[in-house]
């Protein structure tokens, strides 16, 4: 695709995204997880990019977000950082990358950034991760938090399933909250979380929150790419606060059958498809290798 265009935007700091908090302007994320679709999601206007663990399935047709290595995380780091000229970048760090110690996800955390060449990391866990993000964010690299549904714990949650529906379950998410914000975090994904208990987590927090599965209460939304360009095959099953802009698979499945069906019929390569060479010279070559 070549090397992407200079994008007319200013690029996005955590100040732009602080700013857009202040005015309560919603702030626009999305997943990427390679340079085309990286490409298109910063010439779209994205503030956030998020390389989300979720490529586990996705891009790389694992079963679900445990199975995608640090590597892995690292090299469509690096793919989608080519391609992003303004949006802020976050880099999701794997399972097993960091809850070991705080030392471990300091040093994946600055792997991220050196090797993976994003702006922020993003990690699952409230209050329980509280000291291993502030190790992140005390040695200058941004952290994005994640609360409510956390996939990555999807065992020990019982699947994936709406938290917080209960008093005592959205006070633990609110905890889990305030301790995140207090750690250091300048934004936190908000995931499968009721509307209105997110818009009250929200308001009492100083930082944004961005909703997945959480309403339009939070200060910004994300979405899987892939989930919302509907670039899959038909009767998967899609999350109920997925909306589906486009029809990415069904194109593609259109332009492919008619690749084939010309390539069988002969229809392509037409003349326009094709290179000429001089007539003399064409004749020339046969004759040079009759003999052969």
């Not at 959205?170 to 994904?189: K, N, S």
Request: net charge neutral; with cysteine.
């Amino acid at each position: 695709m070549g090397t992407p265009p200079a994008n007319p935007r200013k690029k996005v700091t955590i100040q732009t995204l602080r700013s857009l908090h202040r005015r309560q302007e919603p702030i626009a994320v999305m997943t990427a997880y390679d340079f085309p679709s990286a490409l298109v999601a910063d010439e779209a206007g994205m503030d956030m990019i998020l390389v989300g663990d979720s490529l586990a399935m996705v891009a790389l047709g694992m079963e679900d977000t445990s199975e995608v290595l640090l590597e892995e995380m690292l090299m469509h780091c690096r793919s989608v950082a080519r391609a992003t000229k303004a949006a802020f970048t976050v880099g999701d760090l794997p399972m097993g990358s960091y809850e070991i110690s705080p030392e471990q996800a300091l040093s994946t955390a600055i792997r991220f950034v050196k090797e993976g060449r994003v702006q922020s990391v993003k990690l699952e866990g409230g209050k329980e991760m509280a000291p291993t993000i502030q190790k992140i964010t005390t040695a200058g690299i941004p952290v994005l938090g994640h609360v409510g549904l956390t996939p990555q714990r999807q065992n020990a949650l019982g699947g994936f399933r709406v938290q917080g529906k209960t008093r005592d379950g959205a006070l633990r998410i609110l905890e889990d909250a305030l301790a995140v914000q207090q750690a250091g975090c300048y934004a936190m994904v908000l995931e499968a979380v009721p509307e209105d208990v997110a818009a009250l987590i929200t308001s009492k927090l100083s930082i944004p929150t961005i909703g997945i599965g959480a309403g339009k209460g939070c200060s910004g939304q994300v979405l899987v790419q892939t989930d919302m360009l509907g670039n899959f095959p038909p009767g998967r099953f899609l999350p109920k606060f997925v909306k589906q802009y486009g029809n990415v698979w069904g194109e593609a499945h259109r332009a492919l059958e008619a690749y084939r069906t010309e390539v069988k019929s002969g229809a392509y390569p037409s003349p326009e498809h094709t290179y000429p060479a001089p007539k003399e010279e064409v004749e020339a070559f046969a004759k040079a290798i009759k003999d052969l």
